[in-house]
C-alpha cells in the first residue's frame, strides 16, 4: 500500500509540475499579449494627444495672422468651435521675434500644465493646457478602455502593471482553483510526510539500538586489535633486540642456498609491518609474473635485504598513498621494484641496531653477500627501488670474458 501510495504522490507531483509550467508559459503569453496591445492603445493615444497640441498650435497662428482679437475667451470660443477643444488655463502674448522656440514643454510649476507656442512674423502666443483634460476627452472620443491614464507618455511599468490586471481579472477563477488545488496537494502530502516520517523515527530508533549494540561489539574488537599491535610491536622490538648481537655473525656467515618464493617473502614483510601500515593508511600492491617469482638463495638474507628496502618505502610515503612492489624478469635476470608516492628518505639517527633499519655499510655488506644490485632514483614525487639479481655469469664475464658455471634463474636449473 505504501509503495502504491508512493508512486502515486509521484504521479501527481510530475504532473503538477507539467502544469505549473503550462501555467507559467500560459501567464507569461497572456499578459504578453495584452502588453503588446495596450502599447499599440498608447501609441494612438500618444498620437493623438500631439494632434490636438498641433490643433492648438493652427488656432495661435490663424489668430496672430488674421489679427484676431487676442484674449483667452476668445481663442476658446475659435478652439472649441473649430476643433472642440478643452479652453486653455493661461494665455500669454509677446511681441519679440525669435524670443521663444516653437516646442512643446512642460511648466516648471505643475506637472499637468502643458505649453504650446505659436508664432507669425513678430507675434508670439503662448497657452497653457490642463493636460489631464485633454486626455479625458481622447479617451471619451475612442472606446479603449484599459484604464485611467494620468499622464502622456505612460511608463512601460504601468503598461505591465495593467497588463496583470487585466489578466488577473479575466483568468480570477482559473487562479482561485489552481491555488486551491496546491493548497490540497500540500496539505495531503504533510499528512504523507508526516506518517512517513513518524514510521522512520521508530525505525531509526530500532536502527540506534542496533547500531548501539555494533558499536560495542566494534569496541570489543578494537581492543583486540589493539592487543595484536601492541603483540606486533613487541615481537618487533624483541626482533630489533635479537639481531644486534646476530648481525656480525649473519655477516660473516657463509650463504644457505635453498628456493625462495618472493611473493611469500614480501608477503610476509607485509605481514610484519601490519601495524604500519594500518596507522598511515598505506595500499600495498603486489603485481608479480609467475615465471620470475622463484629464486634460488639465502631466504634470510633475502627477508632482511627487502624488510629494510619495504620499510624505507613505508617511512617515506604520504599518508594514505599507494605503494607497489613489482617482480618481473628481464634479460634472464630477475628484478623487484618498490615505487611510493613520498618524500626523499632521511634515515633516523639511533644507536642501537634495528633489523628493518640497518646501517648502509651492513646492507651493501649483504647485497654483495646474495649478488643483488640495488638502485634507487626519485622522479617527480615517485621514488623507485630497482633491486636485480645478478648471476654468477655476468659477475665472472666481467673479470673473464669465459663463462664457468651454468647459471640459475627463476628457480630452473
Known amino acids: 500500500m505504501a509503495i502504491f501510495v508512493k508512486r ?12 505549473a509550467i503550462f501555467a507559467i508559459l ?6 504578453t499579449t495584452n502588453y503588446e496591445k495596450i502599447s499599440e492603445i498608447n501609441y494612438s493615444i500618444k498620437k493623438e494627444y500631439k494632434e490636438t497640441l498641433d490643433k492648438y498650435k493652427k488656432i495661435i497662428v490663424f489668430v496672430l495672422k488674421n489679427n484676431l482679437s487676442e484674449n483667452r475667451r476668445y481663442f ?3 478652439s472649441s ?3 472642440n477643444l478643452p479652453p486653455v488655463k493661461e494665455f500669454k502674448i509677446s511681441r519679440f521675434k525669435g524670443v521663444v522656440s516653437d516646442d512643446v514643454n512642460k511648466t516648471p510649476n505643475d506637472r499637468d500644465i502643458s505649453s504650446v507656442i505659436g508664432c507669425y512674423n513678430d507675434g508670439c502666443i503662448k497657452v497653457f493646457l490642463g493636460r489631464k483634460e485633454i486626455i479625458d476627452k481622447i479617451l471619451k472620443s475612442k472606446l479603449w478602455g484599459y484604464g485611467e491614464i494620468e499622464t502622456i507618455p505612460v511608463k512601460k511599468a504601468t503598461l505591465l502593471k495593467i497588463s496583470a490586471s487585466k489578466f488577473l481579472e479575466a483568468h480570477k477563477n482559473l487562479i482561485v482553483i489552481t491555488l486551491s488545488y496546491f493548497f490540497i496537494l500540500y496539505l495531503f502530502q504533510s499528512l504523507f510526510l508526516f506518517i512517513r516520517s513518524d514510521r522512520l523515527t521508530k525505525t531509526n530508533f530500532s536502527l540506534l539500538i542496533a547500531s548501539d549494540k555494533n558499536q560495542q561489539e566494534l569496541t570489543k574488537q578494537s581492543s583486540e586489535h589493539n592487543k595484536l599491535c601492541n603483540g606486533i610491536l613487541f615481537i618487533q622490538e624483541i626482533a630489533g633486540e635479537y639481531f644486534t648481537h646476530y648481525i656480525h655473525q649473519l655477516v660473516i656467515r657463509d650463504v644457505c642456498i635453498e628456493e625462495i618464493d618472493l611473493v611469500d617473502v614480501l608477503q610476509g614483510i607485509e605481514k610484519f609491518f601490519s601495524y604500519q601500515i594500518i596507522q598511515r593508511s598505506l595500499k600495498v600492491a603486489l603485481d608479480y609474473e609467475n ?3 622463484s629464486i634460488e638463495s639465502d631466504s634470510e638474507i633475502i627477508f632482511i635485504v627487502f624488510l629494510n628496502l619495504v620499510f624505507k618505502a613505508i617511512y617515506r610515503a ?12 628481464r634479460q634472464d635476470a630477475i628484478n623487484i621494484e618498490i615505487n611510493d608516492t613520498g618524500y626523499e628518505y632521511s634515515p633516523k639517527l639511533s644507536g642501537k641496531i634495528q633489523i628493518w633499519e640497518l646501517p648502509n655499510p651492513i646492507l651493501e655488506s649483504l647485497y654483495q653477500k646474495i649478488k643483488i644490485e640495488v638502485e634507487e632514483t626519485r622522479k617527480d614525487e615517485v621514488n623507485i627501488i630497482s633491486t636485480r639479481f645478478v648471476s654468477e655469469s655476468e659477475i665472472n664475464k666481467s673479470s673473464d670474458n669465459t663463462t664457468k658455471f651454468k647459471i640459475i634463474y627463476g628457480g630452473k636449473n
Do not use: C, D, H, R
Not at 26 to 31: E, R, V
Not at 318 to 329: A, D, L, N, P, Y
Open 291 to 293: 615465471a620470475a617469482k
Open 76 to 78: 476658446n470660443l475659435i
Open 81 to 83: 468651435a473649430t476643433y
Open 318 to 329: 604520504k599518508i594514505s598513498s599507494e605503494m607497489i612492489i613489482k617482480i618481473f624478469q
Open 26 to 31: 500560459f501567464s507569461a503569453n497572456s499578459i
Open 8 to 19: 502515486f504522490l509521484y504521479a501527481i507531483n510530475i504532473l503538477t509540475i507539467v502544469y
